[in-house]
């Protein structure tokens, strides 16, 4: 197989990937199909056999697809190591060489001494420090575009804020709060998540400190919406939407994201009964027409036709049905 070739086929795979849900069933529609319609399972057992393969032969095969592309996959690993390696370290020179660009420059004015003046000390302001004046560092700004925020799993089809971060698919949101570090019980928090808004704070020695509070841009259904403590590090909240749409934002007067730039691609878990039937029915056409077969709205006017075929009075009735004298438009067939 030429290079590349393989990438034809990726829209269908991922079409039946989508469907199964999981890698475990598609290799197992895989392997199937090899079982079903192939000698790949069948074994060359005597010198007359002319289909299969030798005993151990099909393990070998499979076993030498995995490995090419498993080296490949490490090599790829290994190239984003070394990019990161790399992105880390021209981050850690310019931060080193932005810190020196902004330490504190002190001017003096160099006064020479004659032999019998005395050198007069200035009197030092309370508080200054004779040694080096270390300067704070700002905390790196937070990622803005969406394409950064893509690749961050806490962010993905979300954003990062200033005291939170969310992300979201069709049906639920997730947010997570930070905490400071000593903050490890539960009772330590406090949490009123409302189908409108929410509010989130920690217990301290002088009350509640608020770390996140608003209005929702859009309603969340309570009972399928819990919250949890990661002790030291941050407050999970994971909100089940009340409709099925796309958030630009979590609360009111927060800067929206552009929701034409994240994946709006759904999980099989959210497709409904009706809608499976409909990945069903395309799935199925799919394939038949890979084959030259007919396709689900040629078949259900076929059995239509068939019945009308030999009754009584049909001007075909005695001849062979033959389902190429019709051409029919998928649109022609309600399912």
């Not at 999981?22 to 289909?51: A, C, E, I, W």
Request: hydrophobic content about 35%.
């Amino acid at each position: 197989m030429e290079p590349g070739a393989a990438e034809l086929y990726d829209q269908a795979l991922l079409g039946i990937l989508q469907h199964v849900g999981n890698v475990q069933d598609f290799l197992r529609v895989l392997f199937g199909f090899l079982y079903r319609k192939t000698d790949f399972y069948r074994l060359l057992r005597h010198p007359s056999d002319r289909m299969g393969f030798p005993p151990g032969a099909a393990q070998a095969l499979v076993l030498q697809v995995f490995r090419t592309f498993d080296h490949m996959a490490r090599q790829d690993d290994d190239k984003r190591r070394k990019e990161l390696e790399e992105k880390t370290r021209r981050e850690d020179e310019a931060a080193a060489e932005q810190e020196l660009a902004a330490g504190p420059t002190v001017h003096t004015d160099a006064v020479p001494a004659g032999p019998e003046q005395p050198v007069r000390e200035e009197a030092e302001p309370p508080g200054a420090d004779m040694g080096s004046v270390e300067v704070p560092r700002e905390p790196p700004a937070p990622p803005k575009g969406q394409e950064q925020f893509q690749r961050n799993p806490d962010s993905y089809n979300g954003a990062v804020r200033e005291n939170y971060t969310w992300s979201q698919d069709y049906t639920d949101l997730e947010l997570k709060v930070p905490v400071p570090e000593h903050v490890v019980k539960g009772r330590q928090v406090s949490v009123a998540l409302g189908s409108s808004s929410i509010r989130v704070a920690v217990l301290e020695e002088n009350g509640e400190r608020v770390l996140m509070e608003g209005k929702f841009t859009h309603k969340v259904n309570t009972e399928g919406s819990v919250w949890s403590l990661e002790p030291g590090k941050c407050i999970l909240v994971s909100l089940n939407k009340a409709g099925e749409y796309w958030w630009s934002a979590v609360l009111e007067g927060e800067e929206p994201i552009d929701i034409d730039q994240i994946n709006k691609e759904r999980s099989m878990a959210t497709v409904d009964e009706e809608e499976h039937a409909v990945l069903d029915r395309l799935t199925f056409d799919y394939h038949q027409k890979l084959q030259g077969k007919p396709q689900s709205h040629e078949l259900k006017v076929h059995e239509m036709l068939k019945k009308g075929w030999d009754a009584e009075g049909s001007p075909f009735r005695g001849q062979r049905f033959d389902p190429a004298m019709f051409n029919i438009s998928p649109g022609a067939v309600q399912f």
